[in-house]
């Protein structure tokens, strides 16, 4: 009760805060960081989906959108949509896979183990064997190029399937390929999926997955019907091997594991599939809890009689780790990520809301994005509004606002007409687009507006850049402050780069919502012709 007391007495200071109503730069930073202060304090306890912290982190916000004029969007003329999340996990008396050669003895293999099996969609019991399949790295993309399931039948088989994508291929293809493989084996009639680490750094991930897999657990929202959402439906089962599971599997085989391995090692290296000789009968009994969790859904009312029916959606996942089990301080308070990135699109909404662009804007704080785009997920599949109306897409996740940054990286924006009105924003700041200085950490399909893209939506994510000092500010904070404790309010918060980043992320919502033509993808565009085949398309802009 106390810690409720002092986080309702908070809010109440920074919402009669003389701030609250005022114009100009300080005012601006005063507002952003009264926003970052109470989200990141020890009182909300992290803000973890479906846990006191959260809900009063989304009450927070809600009575800050009504305060700054916005009205509900939410279902139903409310400003929360909710939802429940269910977690899966491995039941106490544990999952188990066991291998039977073709022509030799069975071979049990535990969870925990020599395996970390996937919880099953649902509670319950499921068995289910079928024989193997081996698909390369499981890649299902031919206008890349890559078609790992050319020539091989996997209709009601396991397949097993390489871990990651082919040495050398980086950036947003790699991490959309990497994020998409269970559905390729569901769209290809597979019944269960294996993935076996191809390096040694897949190979610490698989111990660190084996260390944990009493903690394992899968989460997803749940339908109307009570049932878990599964993305890839059809694969049944799941789970990570070994080495000791991974040479056994190929025993008999055309090319050994350790081949594999060799061959997936250089450059470019892509080893054809084939069929195992043998079979995998999975027992997996799996326990299932729910939380209730909720976006946060305010609207800006367009100011436009037609266009005011479309919609630009601006989002900031609202949620954190919330409390660790360990350690002297367990609280992970998330100032960082992603208290900073809600208050600057509190800030950029307050400067819409002012005065109103031509389309409406959807405000949404979402939840569960640490459990794996959930809340996304569900807006996206479960849109407040016409899902045709939606135009575009503008996130904030984890902005690094600790330094004077002089450049932006703008994650999705070269493949539709979101380039150009993000770069003219952009230079309105005095501010140039830098490319993607860090491929290798995917961070394309990593965030919110991932969900928005495979909903066929062209979506933005702005990151402040590594010129001015800012390759070392990101690398500081990966190293001593994501995901950990001390991202906290002792991080050193540059407000007036702030107040700059909610200044350019408005002025980039407003350029959507006042542009005649809604944006569009690109033609021949990866995204765009997978995940909006039908959509009209844009010329692809000359690189001359």
Not at 165 to 176: D, F, H, K, M, S
Not at 208 to 233: I, L
């Amino acid at each position: 009760m106390k810690r409720l007391a002092v986080s309702t007495i908070a809010l109440a200071l920074v919402l009669s805060s003389p701030v609250a109503a005022q114009d100009g730069e300080a005012a601006a930073e005063a507002r952003i960081r009264a926003d970052v202060s109470f989200l990141a304090d020890d009182a909300i306890e992290g803000r973890r989906a479906g846990q006191r912290g959260y809900d009063l982190a989304a009450l927070y916000v809600r009575t800050r959108m009504e305060a700054m004029g916005l009205t509900a969007g939410g279902p139903d003329g409310a400003w929360l949509q909710p939802m429940t999340l269910a977690a899966m996990k491995i039941a106490p008396e544990g999952a188990t896979v066991t291998w039977t050669p073709q022509g030799g003895a069975p071979v049990v293999w535990t969870h925990g183990t020599q395996l970390s099996v996937t919880p099953g969609a649902d509670a319950g019991h499921v068995t289910q064997s079928a024989e193997l399949v081996f698909v390369g790295y499981g890649l299902d993309a031919p206008e890349l190029g890559m078609d790992d399931y050319a020539g091989l039948d996997v209709r009601g088989k396991i397949v097993v399937v390489l871990s990651g994508v082919p040495t050398g291929l980086t950036g947003e293809p790699a991490a959309y390929l990497g994020d998409s493989k269970r559905r390729a084996a569901a769209a290809h009639g597979a019944i269960g999926y294996i993935s076996l680490p191809k390096s040694d750094q897949a190979l610490a991930a698989f111990g660190r997955a084996v260390a944990g897999a009493a903690r394992q657990t899968s989460r997803t929202w749940v339908g109307a019907d009570g049932k878990p959402h599964v993305d890839a439906t059809g694969v049944i089962v799941g789970a990570s091997v070994g080495p000791e599971a991974g040479e056994a599997l190929f025993a008999g085989a055309p090319k050994s594991y350790a081949e594999i391995r060799a061959e997936a090692a250089g450059q470019g290296g892509r080893p054809k599939g084939f069929a195992l000789a043998g079979s995998a009968a999975f027992d997996v009994p799996t326990v299932r809890e729910d939380v209730l969790t909720a976006n946060v859904v305010g609207r800006i009312e367009g100011s436009d009689p037609v266009l005011k029916d479309e919609v630009v959606l601006l989002s900031a996942h609202l949620d954190h780790l919330g409390i660790s089990e360990t350690g002297e301080d367990r609280i992970n308070n998330g100032a960082l990520d992603n208290a900073g990135g809600v208050s600057i699109m509190l800030e950029a909404a307050r400067s819409l809301a002012a005065t109103p662009p031509r389309r409406s804007v959807l405000v949404v704080a979402l939840t569960a994005e640490e459990m794996g785009l959930i809340g996304s997920d569900f807006i996206a599949r479960n849109p407040v509004v016409a899902a045709d109306k939606v135009v575009a897409n503008v996130n904030l996740d984890m902005p690094i606002l600790t330094y004077d940054f002089t450049d932006l990286v703008a994650f999705g924006s070269d493949h539709s007409t979101l380039g150009p009105l993000v770069d003219r924003a952009a230079r309105t700041e005095n501010l140039t687009l830098s490319p993607d200085p860090m491929p290798e950490q995917g961070v394309f399909t990593r965030s919110d507006h991932y969900s928005f893209v495979k909903a066929g939506v062209p979506s933005v994510m702005l990151a402040t850049g590594y010129a001015n000092g800012g390759e070392a500010q990101w690398d500081a904070f990966f190293a001593n402050g994501y995901h950990r404790p001390s991202d906290d309010l002792s991080m050193p918060f540059n407000w007036a780069a702030a107040t700059r980043f909610a200044r350019v992320n408005a002025a980039i919502a407003r350029a959507i919502a006042d542009d005649d033509q809604r944006p569009l993808w690109y033609q021949g565009d990866v995204f765009g012709d997978r995940f909006a085949a039908r959509a009209q398309k844009a010329p692809t802009p000359s690189t001359e």
